[in-house]
């Protein structure tokens, strides 16, 4: 069982960054893939960045890569998204999500996702 607290959300003008944190409790998180996905009203829950359990590998959405970094850092069991030059169709609720899987592994679809946060609300001001 993993409970997922995501953190770091608010309001930031078109062209800033900001950073998102997702802290997880329970046991194992270092066996936890993890991804970071975004809901906008009305819209589906979209992928934004996953990373394996061991951080080897990562992958991105493409409206979003070159403009942010999901890393984690096992030890504090911690998964983070920063995000840079930031849109006003960036705006959403962020969510974090843990699925537990061998190293290396991404997990891409939002629906092999086992655990979620309860999400962290991101505007974008233009």
């Known amino acids: 069982q993993v409970q997922l607290v995501e953190s770091g959300g608010g309001l930031v003008q078109a062209g800033g960054s900001l950073g998102l944190s997702c802290a997880a409790s329970?046991?194992?998180?270092?066996?936890?893939?993890m991804g970071w996905f975004r809901q906008a009203p009305g819209k589906e829950r979209d992928l934004v960045a996953v990373i394996s359990s061991d951080g080897g590998r990562t992958l991105y959405a493409d409206s979003v890569k070159g403009r942010s970094t999901i890393s984690r850092d096992n030890a504090k069991s911690t998964v983070y998204l920063q995000m840079n030059s930031l849109k006003p169709e960036d705006a959403a609720v962020y969510y974090c999500a843990a699925d537990r899987r061998l190293p290396n592994i991404l997990v891409i679809p939002a629906k092999e996702y086992e655990y979620w946060g309860q999400g962290t609300q991101v505007t974008v001001s233009s």
């Open positions: 329970g046991r194992a998180f270092s066996t936890y893939a």
